[in-house]
């Protein structure tokens, strides 16, 4: 029953914004961890960001330093959404992102992500 499903995505010239969406649904994501990955052609997979909480009060975020400072990820826990805004795009940010869900976790995306989504096309180019 847990179903991610990714929006947002889409094409931009560098220095562009976008905002990418997860909808989440079968849990909450009060208590749980929402991460952000992406993967460009030829390339493995690589997580972005994610934000995490265990006791639906304090939530925490985390950024890779290849976005730090130019993303930033959010949720709204009554719609059980969490968003990537993503600024200052440059070409080498094109990939297909993808949103998964695991057990809480602060300042880390490693460790398990059990549900992931299909998928949503980043493309930053002149």
């Known amino acids: 029953q847990v179903q991610l499903v990714e929006s947002g995505g889409g094409s931009v010239e560098p220095g562009g914004s976008l905002r990418l969406s997860c909808a989440v649904s079968g849990f909450t994501t009060k208590n749980y961890a929402i991460g952000w990955f992406r993967q460009a052609p030829g390339k493995e997979r690589e997580g972005v960001s994610c934000?995490?909480?265990?006791?639906?009060?304090?939530?925490?975020?985390y950024y890779e330093d290849s976005v730090k400072g130019r993303f930033s990820i959010s949720g709204d826990s009554a719609k059980n959404t969490v968003y990537l805004q993503m600024n200052s795009l440059k070409p080498e940010d094109t990939a297909v992102y993808y949103c998964?869900?695991?057990?809480?976790?602060?300042?880390?995306?490693?460790?398990?992500?059990?549900?992931w989504g299909q998928g949503t096309q980043v493309t930053v180019s002149s």
């Open positions: 934000i995490s909480s265990s006791d639906g009060r304090t939530y925490y975020a």
């Open positions: 998964a869900a695991g057990p809480p976790r602060i300042a880390t995306m490693r460790g398990a992500w059990n549900y």
